[in-house]
């Protein structure tokens, strides 16, 4: 689901390789399609082309049938400079809140309104900051890694998360040159370019 969002960061075409066929999956390409990327489905590749992506909302009804889609609003903010995302759904242990992601996006300089079933991110420039997690939470590690891509300045991740999909996602920012670095007890972002190519 990260990798999946975080195509949206780069405005080009990226092919992604051995892509389960799941409902998480499903649902991330549908969310994709009404942003206004183009999709193709090829075997268990997938390529996804965000350059003409031409909508910063997330579409209500697919974003409250899985948890993970919240990370579309570190890719969409960290590109756009704001998203409106309407909250996740579909965690199946209960509610759980996304207080860590938006505590983040404030220290970024990301500006925070919480609506009626939204949250509206707004800022005229991504700043590094040293974020310090209260626990490592992996969504908002995956979130604070997307929305810092173009950040002027460096952001430090402490008490990052360190599951396999965050090294998944650093390896796929990385191969599109942003500079990550990432170790068990943080996670270190350093953008030396001001876009990614």
Known sequence: MPILAACILNGKENILKNVPKIEDTKIAIDILKLLGCSVEEQDNNIIINSKDM?????????MNKMRASIVMAGAITGRFKEATVYFPGGCKIGERLIDLHLEGFKKLGINI????????CTCDKIIGAEIDLKL???????????????CKGKTVIKNAAKEPEIVDLE??????????????????YNNRSKRIK
Not at 113 to 120: L, P, R, S, T, Y
Not at 171 to 186: A, D, E, V
């Open 113 to 120: 309104e919480e609506g009626v079933g939204f949250i509206k």
């Open 171 to 188: 390896n796929m920012l990385n191969s599109c040159r942003s500079k990550y670095s990432w170790s068990r007890y943080q996670c270190c």
């Open 54 to 62: 031409n909508c910063t909302e997330t579409p209500e009804k697919l």
């Open 136 to 150: 490592p939470s992996v969504g908002a590690t995956e979130n604070i890694m997307m929305a810092s891509v173009f």
